[in-house]
């Protein structure tokens, strides 16, 4: 019966370190320079502010950049609460410059990072591999790619307190669904 319960032990840690980060975990820290040439070190910004993390595939992402859009509805909550927003992306600098100018005009209190060897998307564990036969597009596009083969995040959003604790966690594999604005909002609120 105690190996059984060793195995199960074990089991659960496995399923710990390869999986999403759930509401509850505790996130690992991401030190790394924003696309504004800043340090960034999660666990010290979360000591001050919470941390609305969204996972971006890029500028050629609709669903993506409607979503990102929307959030300037939600800015006067979001400032409210002091909660700074992180978006990562594989996306080539300029088009992170694009994706700013276009979609990000009116919301405040935000970074880019730009996860060039798709290292933090692979902590996070919410990578996903990209067909061969779509690879060319996203070279032509100068996306960044881990070398073996290339990668977008799934659509993640997580909102992280000041213990680097996940309060709330979205992940989905269709690249075209993320959280409605109304329960990022709600979500939000309970900070």
């Known amino acids: 019966m105690t190996i059984i319960y060793k195995i199960l032990f074990f089991s659960l840690q496995l399923s710990y370190l390869f999986a999403q ?29 919470p941390v609305l993390l969204v996972f971006y595939r890029g500028f050629h992402s609709q669903p993506c950049n409607k979503f990102l859009k929307n959030l300037s509805s939600v800015q006067p909550l979001m400032q409210e609460k002091n909660l700074l927003t992180v978006i990562i992306t594989p996306d080539n600098p300029l088009n992170i410059e694009k994706t700013q100018q276009k979609y990000l005009s009116s919301l405040q209190n935000y970074v880019f990072i730009q996860d060039f060897d798709c290292k933090i998307m692979q902590d996070y564990q919410v990578d996903i591999k990209i067909a061969k036969s779509k690879e060319n597009f996203y070279k032509i596009s100068g996306f960044a790619n881990n070398k073996e ?43």
């Open 21 to 49: 980060p759930t509401k509850g975990q505790k996130v690992k820290n991401i030190h790394t320079v924003t696309t504004s040439i800043e340090d960034f070190d999660l666990y010290e910004t979360t000591k001050t502010q």
């Open 149 to 191: 083969h290339f990668i977008l995040p799934m659509s993640s959003t997580l909102i992280i307190d000041k213990n680097q604790v996940v309060l709330y966690a979205y992940h989905s594999k269709n690249p075209r669904k993320r959280p409605s604005i109304k329960t990022l909002s709600e979500e939000i609120s309970k900070i």
